[in-house]
């Protein structure tokens, strides 16, 4: 069984371009959340996906948006890249039962804005 | 979310067990204690989590205060796999899927 998956797992911006990063989740999991981790500090929720839609968001700009498909999958797409939008970005799945599950974090994509 | 505290590093010989802290004194009833842990530039891992009775798996085992204020996740044999930053995270048990809030962690070195 496959766990969460990721693609890129390294990418080079330069600021004001555009990314998306693409994110498979685990069999099974209905639900995509994204986290975004500079360096030396935990991740932080930046929004979460649940039947295409945006269920929940963190307190991040516009820039940010997202996008998820019928087969779960689902993108992160940042716009107007700034040099503090580098990180780890992490995607996490999790089926959605009704109640608290629990959350399974793939590998990341490390983004470097220069 | 309630917050959580932890030291910012420890460190313990490989082969014993590492027992590492967590403060959340303003947890609430509704609210479960989760640990991740995340090797060097890995994702997070889930090791754990409990409401209020002590818990066990295959990797660790968690004890929670009787009051729930703290918390404490043990690693019985610490190897040198174990070398991670390790995340305490309280989270609401209602609603679905809710966030997962992650302050900065403790850093834990298993020495030789």
């Known amino acids: 069984d496959a766990g969460v998956t990721q693609s890129p797992t390294h990418l080079i911006k330069t600021r004001g371009q555009q990314v998306t990063l693409r994110c498979s989740p685990k069999?099974?999991?209905?639900?995509v959340s994204w986290y975004q981790q500079a360096l030396g500090q935990g991740p932080q929720f930046i929004f979460q996906y649940y039947e295409e839609e945006e269920r929940q968001r963190g307190n991040f700009p516009d820039r940010f948006s997202g996008h998820q498909f019928p087969n779960y999958s689902s993108e992160l797409n940042v716009n107007a890249l700034l040099l503090g939008d580098s990180a780890l970005y992490l995607c996490a799945s999790s089926p959605d039962r009704g109640y608290q599950e629990t959350q399974y974090f793939g590998p990341g994509t490390r983004l470097l804005v220069l | 979310d309630a917050k959580t505290t932890q030291p910012p590093s420890m460190d313990c010989a490989e082969g014993r067990a590492a027992n590492l802290p967590c403060n959340h004194s303003t947890i609430s009833g509704n609210e479960y204690v989760y640990w991740y842990r995340q090797i060097h530039s890995q994702g997070p891992q889930y090791i754990i989590h409990?409401?209020?009775n002590n818990e066990t798996n295959e990797m660790a085992s968690l004890i929670i205060t009787e009051d729930r204020k703290s918390s404490t996740l043990i690693l019985p044999h610490a190897t040198l796999r174990d070398t991670a930053v390790y995340y305490c995270i309280v989270r609401r048990l209602t609603g679905a899927n809710s966030k997962l809030t992650f302050g900065k962690g403790i850093t834990l070195s298993v020495r030789p």
């Open positions: 069999s099974g999991h209905d639900t």
């Open positions: 409990g409401l209020k």
